[in-house]
């Protein structure tokens, strides 16, 4: 199909990756836990751009170059560290605890949300590291069909992860609903996911490139 092969262990695999928590994970749930349900969503859809984006990187091989190249890596390694670590210390000097599920919600916030969910996954290479290696274990040899294979593959990966990244999003934000109607409570769950996000950006910056 369309240059693809072995489509459902592929669908199985990508399941299964996408329910094992990583660094998007762990995004998506700070957000969650510490400005709720909507500012979730927008994370994750921040986060699932970000991967399309990936996606059309590999499928017209750009993110080889990425992965070929240490100097750019590396830039794009530290863009993505500093920009989580930036966020994570923005939200430890946050004065008054962030409520995004209020009624005086603002669609720019929101946007701001989406943007840095989108930032957060399109400067971290792994990412790209990820697609170039896994996506072509799924396409034949003779793929007749230049990129095409490329972005269904990765369409069907940022589909099955979507569906379970709202799933995590409104679990956590439900879980924690009530710890946020706390200011208190509502203010150290905004310092812990600054946190995290530092922790985060350093893990970024710990990346190392792949050489061949």
Known sequence: MFGISGYGIY????????VTPGTDTMYIISRST?????????SVLGISTGAFIHTLLSAFGLSIILAKSIVLFTAIKLIGAAYLIYLGIRMLRQKSPLNFESSALQNMELKKIYMQGVLTNVTNPKVALFFISFLPQFIRPDNPYGPVPFILLG????????IWCFIIAYFASFATKKLRENAKIADLLNKLTGIVFIGLGIKLFQTKASRS
Request: aromatic letters at 12%.
């Open 34 to 42: 510490s400005q709720g349900r909507k500012a979730g969503y927008y």
């Open 155 to 162: 369409i069907s990966f940022i589909m099955t992860g979507t």
């Open 11 to 18: 669908l199985l695999t990508s399941l299964l990756l996408n």
